[in-house]
């Protein structure tokens, strides 16, 4: 038996008073959300410096980095 025919069987067994609470949990999982191009942690490390790379000893003196 597949996972999508074990679901379905799974589904055909839902007493009908658990069928709402059984929707309202898959609902999430079927609806279409818009997805971005982009993954969300792009742009977390945007510090405004255009010369990070070449600051690096410096930024990492700042820091404490090392002591």
Known sequence: MTTR?????????????DI???????????EQRPRSA?????GMGHSGHSDTAERADEVLRETGFGE
């Open 20 to 30: 709402d609470a059984v929707v309202q949990t898959l609902r999430p999982f079927i």
């Open 38 to 42: 982009r993954p969300r942690f792009i």
């Open 5 to 17: 025919e074990e679901l379905h069987a799974l589904i055909d067994s839902v007493p009908d008073d």
